[in-house]
Structure formats: C-alpha cells, structure tokens
C-alpha cells in the first residue's frame, strides 16, 4: 500500500532572471514500510525532493499526498500540524539546540502538545533508551560524539511516532564506524516497519535499502523497483 | 518541557544580550520613574506651599465704590461705607460643584474698637480655620480659643504696653491677653484678634462678617471656576482670587510636568528602539534554530509565543529594576533639588504603571522581530534541507 504519491511534481527556483529547475514532473508512490535511498550528485534535486516531501517546500507545480493527505491543499497552520504528526526529520548537520540538553532536544516536539511534563518525559526517554543512549540524557550536544548527536536527532524524529521519517545525508559528517552505528539503528526502524526515505551521496548506504533512486537534473533516472531496473522517468 | 521551557533556557544561553536587554530598559524606565517622581514630589510640595500660603480666594461685601488705598497706604478723608456679609449665608459655599476643593473657610468681622483711649481694629475669626490660614504666625503664648481672649498684634501691643496675661476693657467687657502675635509686616499687627462670636457682640455686629478667606487645594483645582461658583451662590458678594500666586507655581509646575514627561516619552521611545535592534540581531542569529521548530512542527504563533515570551519576561525585569533604580534615584537626588523639604511617597500606581509600561514597550518592540521570525519558511531557514 503506498504511503506517499507524487504526482508530476516540478519545482522551479527563481533567482532574479534565472530560473533553475529543481525537480522535474516527478511522479512517485513510494509503500509503505519502505527504506527508500535517494542518490544523485549534488544539485541532482536530491535535497528539494526531500523538502517537497517534508512539507517544507511548494511544488511549482504537482500534487504530494502523504497517506492520502494532499499535504500542499493544507493551510500553512495545518502544514505545520501535519509536520509534527506525521514526518519525522533527521538533519544532515543533527541540527540539535545548542542550549537543551538529550533529553529535552527529543522532548521538543513534545513542547506544543498537550501531553503531560512527566508523559514527554517518560516518551522522551524511552526513545533515547530506544537509540542506545540513556546515560546520555542530561548532556549538552557540545558533550556528545557526531554518531551520539545523531542518535539524539534520530530519537528526536521519532518521538511522535510519525509515519514517514525523512533523513537528509545523516551519516554525511560521520566515521565510517558510527556511520554504520546509525545506518545500523535506522535498519532496525526500518525492520520494525517504519517508512523511511534517506538522501546520500554514499554508495556504501545502499546495501541498507530496499529500494533506492537515481535523481539526474530534476528527473528520477534510475529506479530499482522499475521492472529489470530499467529507467522509470515520469512514470 | 513546554515554550516557556526554551525561553528561559535561551535567556540562560544568551544572558549577555538578554542582560543588555535588561539594563537598557532599566535605564529608560529609571529615568522616567525618576522624572516622573520628582515631579510628583516637588509637585506635592508646592502644594503644600501653596495651602501654606493661605487664603486664595477673598469674598467680600459687593461695592460700587473704588478702593482707595495702595499697599497699605489710605487716602485721608475718604469716608468708606461699610457693608457686611450674612454670615448664615455662608453655609452656600458647601453648595458649590468644587466644594471638595475648599480646604478651609476664614470668616472676619472687622470694626473699631476703644481700648485706653485709642481706638483700635477689632478683628473677629474662626480661631480652628484662622489659625490653620495663617500658618506663618508665630505666637507667643497660646492661640486664642473661646470666651474673652484675644491675641495682640505686635504694633498694638507696643502702643498699649500690653502683655501676655493682661486685661483690657473693652465697651465695658474684660478680655484677656492670652497670645502675642510676634510681628508679621503686614495689617495683622495692628489688630486685635478675638474669637468671632465675641467680637460680632463687640461690634454690634452679630450674624454678620466683614469678609471670608478661604484656601482651596489648588494643586489642579479650577479657580476661576470656583470663583464664579461662589458667587453665583453667594450674590451680592465680590469674590477674587489671589490669582497671581497660584497661576505663577502652577504654570512653573505645569512647565516642569510637560518637561518631565518630553523626556520620558524621548526615553521610551529609544528603549523600543533599543529592543527593536536587540531582537531583530536575535531574530537573525536564530534563523537556524526558528528553521528547525518550524521543521518538526511548531505553528507561526508557537514562534511568535517564543519571541515575545522572552520580550516580555525581559521587559518586566527591565521594568521591576528601573522601578527600583529609580527610586533610588529619587531619594538621593530629592534633597539636592529641594534641600530635603519635599518627601517621597511611594505611588503603587507609578510602580505598577511601570513595570506595565516597559512590558507593553518590549512586546511592542518586538511584535515586527517577532512577525518576521513566525514568517520564516522552515525551508530557507534550513539550509540543511
């Protein structure tokens, strides 16, 4: 069953007098349980996909339905509300707040609900216990390894139990150790049913998908989930 | 956790802008609390004076004549009329719109008296409301009260070789001096002072007085509107105004009020601005941060509520120690103004006008930075994505 359907997505950046095409009639259903690598070089669109997916960009055109959702018909206020329940993001860059520590970066999407203190607390935790770090839950990012800020990032995008999780280049500032620590923890996830659509440059992360796409100037030009892995651009 | 949460741990984070923040609008509110204070104290205390300064409005019998003397100086001959005032009448003044403002009412009976064959002014007064006009007499003795006491100008007291405990016959009554007035320049040394009642027998002039003194509380009571009031209730009378005097330290108060608050209005407006440039560098700095509440979920108005959460609780701290800041600038700088004679009192509504003021400034400095934070596209604030 397919959780996400793009249909003929396009994206154009205008800048000044250029317009530089990002993504070009994209269409793609992606099921759901699916660990779905995105490739391509860089300015391949790999990144816009990921933004036209996470609700954080328009297409210029196109549709994107998300469990049957069309996430860009939603007012901005409700985009913002569909973010926090249904994406789960993990930065290239972990993009925790300096200021809070494990525990309450995982708790912060918590913040705007109406849980209870101890009720984000006890989530937040056990998500952190989940990621294999719960003696790290008072410490500033400033005192945790690379691989452990990720795993904080990681615990953070999970703790609303969102169906899709959108990982942009996560082990891209990584060792190769800890960068299989957390392809190995997103596996997991991925084994327990969780939808998950990951942007790399790494070819040493496609063992880990079971499926992957080739993004070339805007357009998907390689999909292994096409027939004898023939090329399946605008499906 | 909840907003306030990241709030207070940003303020935490970046104490040094946020004590910048403080101590900016802690000066602005001090300085206003200060000014603001001064003027009310100083303000207080010219009332004080003025009430001090005694009667302000002067009613007297209505006369079609001219007045014919000059500072003290009568012209010889001239042979004055004298009128009198019911004094039953004088119950109307309670019925004035301002009777409020009326502090105290003076009535007199005046006329002449012979006394050791020297005729001599009479003077009849409320002893209570005469003493309290006259505040800048000075006594030797005591105050008259009752019966048949009088207190002595100074000039007769020397023409009469009078003394304290002494008895004077007059129209075959036995009065007894019981007060000196020490002198005073004025017509007030040349009287004999007696309880009303027992000069308006003297005089022959019972249920009648010569004219009434009152005192208003003029600090910002309307005169002239008093005047007409009392004379529409007391006609055939003529009221004035000591208009002079009190218009003079109104005017310089009112002068010093407008310059007081010229300069608050100028420090309120650089404080906002001072939040403004504050909170937009904030704003800017925390592109990154805003990018990623806005990524995992957080609403416009979940960032507006961050952004003017922090104005505020920086604001009210702001506004809670310029308060105090600027009492204490108050009472160090009161007695090098007024050499110590006026005193601060304190106004909760000054305190609170504060407090309330500096939050109402930093959440309006901070409404634009606030706007554009809420407005920023999670997209662009992350260049991560």
Known sequence: MSLIHLNQVTKHYVNGADCVIALKDVALAVDEGTFLGVMGASGSGKSTLLSVLGCLTGPTSGTVNIDDIDVYGLPQEKQADFRREYLGFIFQSHNLIPYLNALESVMLPLAVSNLSTAEKRQRAGDMLERVGLPDRMLHLPQQLSGGEQERVAIARSLVNNPPLLLADEPTGSLDSTTSRQVMT?????????????????????????????YLRDGLIEK????????????? | MRLEHIVLHNLRRRKGRAIFLVVGLMIGVATVVTLLSLTDALGQRAQ??????????????????????????????????????????????????????????????????????????????????EFKLKRWWSIAGRPIKQGYELLVGDTVAKRLDLEMGDTLQVNDQDYTVVGLLAKTGSQDDQLLIAPLSIAQAALGKQGQVSMVEIAALCHDCPVDDMVNQLQQVLPGTEVQAVQQVVKTRMHALGQFRLFAWGVAVT?????????????????????????IFRAIGYRRRHILHLVLMEAAIVSALGGVLGYLTGVAATLTALPLLDGGKASWQWNPTLAVAAVVAAVIVGLLASLQPALRASRLEPSEALRAL
């Open chain 1, 223 to 235: 999909d292994s989930a096409a027939v004898n892995g023939s090329f399946s651009q605008a499906v």
């Open chain 2, 267 to 291: 420090v309120v407006i650089i404080g906002a601005l001072l939040v403004f440039v504050t909170m937009m560098g904030a704003i800017s700095e925390r592109t990154r941060e805003i990018g």
């Open chain 2, 48 to 129: 004080n004076e003025l009430e001090n300064f005694g009667a302000n409005i002067v009613i007297t019998p209505h006369s079609d004549e001219l007045a014919l003397n000059y500072g003290g100086i009568q012209l010889g001959g001239v042979n004055l009329i004298a009128k009198e005032i019911e004094q039953a009448r004088l119950v109307n003044i309670d019925k004035i719109p301002n009777r409020r403002n009326v502090a105290t009412i003076g009535p007199k009976v005046l006329g002449a008296v012979e006394v050791q064959g020297q005729r001599v002014m009479m003077m009849g007064v409320d002893p209570e409301a």
């Open chain 1, 185 to 213: 923890l997103l596996s997991e996830l991925h084994q327990g049913g969780q939808t998950i659509i990951m942007v790399t440059h790494n070819r040493d992360n496609l063992e880990w998908f079971d499926r992957t796409i």
